[in-house]
Structures are given as C-alpha cells and as structure tokens.
C-alpha cells in the first residue's frame, strides 16, 4: 500500500516537469528558466537548493552522534551560504545577466580562469549528487522491504530525475521543487508533531537531548577545536557560494529584487526546517531506544526511516516517505543541471563553436544524460556517508573559486594575475595537506582557503609580470553588460 502511493507521487513528480519542457524554447529557459520566476517559487527554489538527502537522513543521523557540533556545515553554514549569497551576490551577479557562474570568471578575468573555476565547481558536484542518488537508493529499499537492493534502488531513483529534468531543465527544477517544497513542509511537520506526542512532548525531546550534552554548539576553548570548528562553518558557508545550482536557482528570478528576497527567504525557512528531522530523529531515543543504541552501530542512516516504519500509521508512513523523495528529488534535479550546464557553456564551446542556441540546448542535455550515468557510477562505488559525501563535495571550490568570486565583485584591484595565484595556492596546499597531514592542526580546506586570499593579494598588488590586469565591473556596467 505504502510503496502505491509513492508511485502515485512519483508520477506526478515526472507528470509536472513534462509539462514545464514545453516552457524551454532555449538555453536560458533551460539554465535560468528564462528569467521569469515570482518571489514564491524562487523561495522554493531556493530552499530546495540544499533540503535533500544530507538534511533528513545526513544530518539527522550526525546529530544523534555528534550533537550541534557535528553539523555545523549544515545546516548552520549551508543556510548562512543562501543569506550571503542574497545579501552580497544576487544583486551585482543579476545584472550581468550571466548564464552560468562560470560566465562571471570569463568576463571578470580571462578564459583560463573560466575554465579552472567551471572545472572546479562541476568536480564539486560528484559527492553532493552522489549522496542524493544514494539517500535514493536507501528509500527504495525500505519501501520495497529489502526487495530492491540498494544499488538498484540508485539506478531507479536516477533514472526517475533524469526523466524530469532532461527536457524542462530550470523550468522542471523549479515548478517541481514548489510542489515538492509543499509536500516536504506539510509531511516533515505532520510528522514532528505526531513523534513529539508519542516521545511524551517537545520539552521532554529538548531537556533529554540537552542533558546528553547535545545541544553544545560552540567548541572548547582550545586553538586546535576552534580553527576545525572555523573550518567546518567555512566550508560549506563559503565554499557553496561559487556553484551553479544556487546562481541558477537566484538568477531566475524575475527581478534582481525578488533574487535579493527569495535567496535570503530561501535560506532562513532551510536553517529552520532543517531542525525538523534532527527533532524526530531524536525523539527515537525516547521511543525506541534499544532499537537506536543497534542503528548507531550499524547504520545511524536508517535510524529516522526505521522509527516511521515500526511506529507509525500508514498516513504517517506516506506523508515521511512523500516528503523524503521531495527533498532528495528536488536537490538531485537542480544539481544534475547546474555541473551540465557549467561544462557545456564553460568548458564545450572553448573547443566547440555552436552554429545555433538550439544546437547548445541539445548538446546540454545530451551532458545532462552522460553526467548522470557518471554520477550513478560514483554513487555505486563510494563508501561515504551521506553527510560526509556533502561536507566533503565543497572543499575545491573553497579554495579555488570563492576567493576570485568575491574579490572580483567587491575588490577593485583583482586581477586575473592575483586570481591565477589565488587558485594555484589554494588548490597545491589543499592538496598537499589533504595528502601529508589531512588530521594535522589547520584543515587542510582550511589553510588553502587563507592561501587562496594570500594569493589574490600579492597577485594583484605586485607587478603584473604574466598576465593582464583583471577587469572591474562597476554597479553601472554590471548593469550594461549582456
């Protein structure tokens, strides 16, 4: 019974992107859904932008054992990421009209940093699409009782965004991730409510969580805790701003004003909701504790679906399982989009001339389809968790795309020679620390980071000995520039 309704659901999910396909007349429908969206659904959009897998059963499951410490990337840095990106972004990058974010480097500084930054961001997105593909996997085998295996259950839950998002592209992301944006807050908090009753009321959740010491969200006052807790925050509050799916999400919006409002109302509804499934997740320990102390050991992942299962009606059980697809499907689809679109603009026509925007649009979509099968393949072989799979996705553009985004904005002098040095420092002590001492002193994200702005400045401010200056873009030629 339960496993009908979900295919009624999914139906629908594919019936609604069909019919957004047939508002793509070109690449930008297809990028930015042509630049159309109300305030409404670009907040829906947005918050979509990072509700999925990470944040029902990723950070549900981290909290269990780490408490607020563990998940200060997400969703305290992820959220504060859409605020920044609407308060500091939205407005200057609307007005260039961009199509993707890897335009921005192209016009603000040279083709090679164009094309390092594009590579950077679509390298990125192989453990955040890998992790809703197998959060995809994980439900279709507990709807279907162990009879699809999980990498099946991948495979189908691919094949099903695929279906949608190839044709209607930002069109299909968008009008689905509104639907699926309703179903996710009626559901998740139909089901808050109905797990508080059952764990003796909110205050009892709150006071046993706070009283095991899960509620510490600062660290110890050691040099050594902070910088890791810094980095942590960093990662994904910085390191998420330079990437495609949160851009084309702002940048369909009809108006740099309704760019600024939904990213900023985008992000404050995630940071709230987030806590809805870490709320029920917890509550399992007051409702089944013996079953939990066995998940935690085995797979924390399954700790939240389990308690669905065993100890609650079907409504229950169809409005959780409705809400979970809604949040992995409406992040797997803007996440399939974004790196496909970023190789075939950034990267494809450094090497192919398009004779027609139709021919691009078609060739998108042809990436559309091979970035997926790439996608199940990594999903298929990675033994990460969700979580991990998603803190870990956004460690590269941290280091090599944030810096020249940011000065390139709001720092006059930037030039393409400090944003060449920005990235290389960046990228080599990443790397390097990532390789020789990954569990030293300063993360290794971390440390490139600092060597990434070190980078830009001297770059920048000493003499131009291998490249052309960058080129500023004022407010008022922001504004001109198509």
Known sequence: MLMNFVLVYLLVSILIGVYAATRVKNSRDYVVAGR????YIVTATVFATWFGSETVLGISSTFLKEGLRGIVAD?????????????FFARPLYRLKLLTIGDFYRRRYDRVVEVASSLCIILSYLGWVSAQMTALGLVFNLLSGGQIDAHTG???????????TLFGGMWSVALTDFFQMTIIVAGIGYIAWLV?????GAGTVIAHAAAHGKLNLLPALDARDIVAFVAAWTTMMLGSIPQQDVFQRVMSAKDEKTAVR??????SLYFLFAFFPIFIAYSAFLVMPERVGQLLADDPQRI???????????????????ALLSAIMSTASGTILAPSATFTENILKVFITFKSDKQQLWTMRGVVVAFTVGIVIFALNSGMSIYAMVENAYQVT?????????A????????TQGAYLSMVLGIVTWLWLSYTNPEGFWPPQFAGLLMSILGMAIGSLFPRQWVHRGRHLSHWQMAESD
């Open 154 to 164: 991948i495979v189908i839950g691919a094949a099903i965004v695929l279906v949608y």
């Open 196 to 200: 508080a009753g059952m764990a003796g």
């Open 398 to 406: 941290l280091v090599a795309a944030f810096v020249p985004l940011a």
């Open 36 to 39: 159309h969206l109300p305030l």
């Open 408 to 415: 390139g904005v709001y720092w006059k002098p930037a030039t």
């Open 304 to 322: 939240l679906p389990t308690l669905i299962l065993d100890h609650t009606p079907l409504l229950a059980q169809v409005m959780f399982f409705g």
């Open 262 to 267: 939904g990213s900023v109302l985008g992000g």
């Open 75 to 87: 969703p305290f840095g992820s959220s504060l990421c859409l605020i920044l990106v609407g308060v």
